[in-house]
Every structure is written in C-alpha cells, then in structure tokens.
C-alpha cells in the first residue's frame, strides 16, 4: 500500500511548517512534489514558505507526481497520528492511486476508528516557482558553527528590528526605535559575506540552526526575501520591511540628564495615571529634576498626582520639567528591559535638536533597549509642577513620612 512514511527525526520540522495553517482557511494548500528520490512537501505563501524533503524508499511504493492537498485537512491528519503514535515511531499516511483519477488521494485510519480521505488537486504554482529559485539561486554555504555565532551577536543586541554584519567595516549594525546602531563584532565572528536581516529572519534561521543535523547551512536573500536552508529544510522569510533600511542614517546624542530610579515606583506611578480617566485622555506626564529630585505627575485641573521617584543617581542640573506623551511611557515594558530594583534612564538631545527619552538595560549601558521619542521641555508647566510638588512635600511631612528608601545601585557601575 502506497505511503508517507514519517520519522522522528520529521516531527518538529512538519510541526514548523504546519503550525500557521488555518483551519478556517479553505484555500491554502500543501504541495507534494515526488521524484526518484525525495518527497518535497511544500507550505505557505508569499514570502513565507517552507520545504520539507523526506527520501524515499521502496517499500514507500509512491509514483512520480506534482499535487497538493487541502492544508488544514491535511493538517488535522497530522495531529491525529502525531498524537496517537510515540514520539520515537514512525507513522504513515496512506495514498491511494485510482487509475481512473488524475490525482492521488490520502485514504488513512486515525487510531483505527477515524478516518480521513483528502482529494489532491493541481499543485500551487507559487509552491513551484518558490522550489525553483530555492534551487537555482546563488547561496552561501556557512558552517553551522558559524551561523551559530552570527545568532549569538544577534541576540545579543536586541530587540532589534534589522541586523546587519558588514564585512568591509567589520561592524554590526542594528536598528531599533527606527535608528541605526553601530557595534564591534565579536572577535570570534568573521564575516563572510555581508548580510542584512530582521527579526524573523533572524528567528527562523535560528530555529534552523537549532533543529537541524548539518554541519553547513544555506543563505540567499534578495531585496524581499531570505531563504535558508539545511539541505533536507528550506524556510523563507519576507524582508520587505527594509526597503528603508539602507536610506537611515546613524544618528548620535548627547546625554542632558543621567538619571538612575527605582523601577517598581516608575511602572506603578505611570499605572496609577493610566487608571485615571481625565488623566489617560489628557495623555501628558510631566517629569520634574532638580539637583535633589525627580518627580513624575499627571496633572490636571480636575485629578491627578504626582510622586518622588527614589533616585540613586542626578546629574548636577537647573530645574527642569519635561512633558512625555503617557500613553508612550505606557508601552515601555520596564521588566523586559530589566529585573534590578533601579532603571538607568537618561534624557538624551539629538542633532536634529529632537529629544528621546532612553531606558538601558543592565547589559548595555551606551543604546537604550527601549526609548521614547514624544518627550520635549516645557518650562510653561513649571509653576504648575512646582506647586504640585510643594503640595506633595506637605502631605508627606504632616505624614511624617520621609523620602523612599534606596536599594542597592545594581548593574549601572558606569554611571
């Protein structure tokens, strides 16, 4: 009896390249293509597409052929069988020819009770064209050795939304909050080649790395794909959001103002505001520092607040008030960019005069891991601030309560 024959060594691969089926997308389809030698199995669209090769044997008793199969049925096969059988089995899907039809078709039994019948039809053209240029374009060959330590330099600088190895510079580049960083590469990562990815590109050719049994690895991208490959697995993915890329410019800063403050106090104050719906819809904090403190307020005519925030660290500075869009102070994730109790944070001026509001993780104290860019002085709200703040030191001293207590400076030696 004719069939697909799938190791263990395929699951997680067919995993991956099942996982964005939709089982409510009637149209999508998987390609199988068999010759001699292979079965391709081929998913997706666009510049999202997948490749499977599984090599053949007799006993497999499977005609040469181009056709494809409904994915989101065939995927439901694949569930039923992946859950059924041992992670360390075998287990096939049947396929039945009818020398009356033009097309196979998949006649299997799920646990001996359930069965599942899929009609082929012709195979996707795009799934054609896409086998044919990952095929015949010009590749790089790299050791997996070495992709592995192009991920690790990538890793090592994120978030990122484009990673680029320049190998006439010998420098990594990346962007983040649309601007373009400089980096040295690692002494142990020699380039190759230039390349030029972002953020999935990068994370499905990790997943390759990780899953895969060779020692080299393939890589071809063009100005809207990459497409990479282990010999038995190709994935691509879409580049398209670098059409600008090479049009960005690596912008510098001066720092205006050093600040190091407790990380919870921060997150809870910007929550407090966001849960007063006068002051959400105003969308303003207001940023107060001095030499002595810095203060965060929501204020207006109706509600609001304001709190000293602990800070183990001020420049040395006049009297300063800067108004920050809340809702973009809102989406800085402060546990993703660190765990210590206190948050580097530093006011930052550009050449363009435009200012960014810039939070550093404890790893890299020179780029911010997240900014914010709606940030600008406002001497106009000074009286407003002050007299919020003289409010604030008189409740706290008839509370008789002193100023919040200091943690352990973690991570931010350099300041």
Sequence with gaps: MPKLIFKPEHRQP??????????????????????????????????????????LEKSWRLKKGEWSLSASSFKQCWCHQHEYTSQKEDFEIVIEYDSKKTFPYVDTLINGESRIYIYAQEPVTEHLDFLL????????IVSTTSIKSIIKAAETHTPFDAFEINKAQSKIRIERDN??????????????????????????????CDS?????????????????????????SSLLSLRDYAHKKETSYTVEQKLVINTYTLKDEIESYRNMAIVKKANEALLYIDNTNVMLAGLTKETGGNRFLSADHISETQPAVYRINLSALAKVKVKDVTTAYQIKVQLL?????????????????????????????????????????????SKMKKNRGGPEQQGDMLGFDDI
């Design 133 to 140: 240029l990952s095929e015949q374009a010009k590749q790089h």
């Design 349 to 393: 001026l550009g050449q363009d005069g435009k200012r960014k509001l810039g939070f550093y993780n404890d790893k890299d104290s020179t780029h911010p891991y997240e900014s914010v860019y709606d940030i600008e002085l406002a001497p106009e709200k000074m009286a407003e601030v002050l007299e919020a703040k003289k409010a604030l030191e």
């Design 179 to 208: 601007e373009i960083i400089p980096y040295a590469l690692p002494q142990a990562l020699i380039p190759e080649f230039d390349l030029l990815l972002n953020k999935e590109s990068v994370e499905n050719l990790s997943r390759l």
């Design 212 to 236: 895969t049994r060779s020692d080299t690895l393939s890589i071809y991208t063009d100005d809207e794909r990459a497409i990479f490959s282990d010999g038995n697995r190709v994935v691509s």
């Design 14 to 55: 067919m995993n991956y390249l099942l996982e964005k089926v939709s089982k409510s997308d009637a149209e999508a389809r998987i390609s199988f293509i068999i010759n001699d030698e292979t079965c391709k199995i081929i998913n997706g669209s666009g510049d999202d597409i997948q490749i499977i090769s599984l090599y």
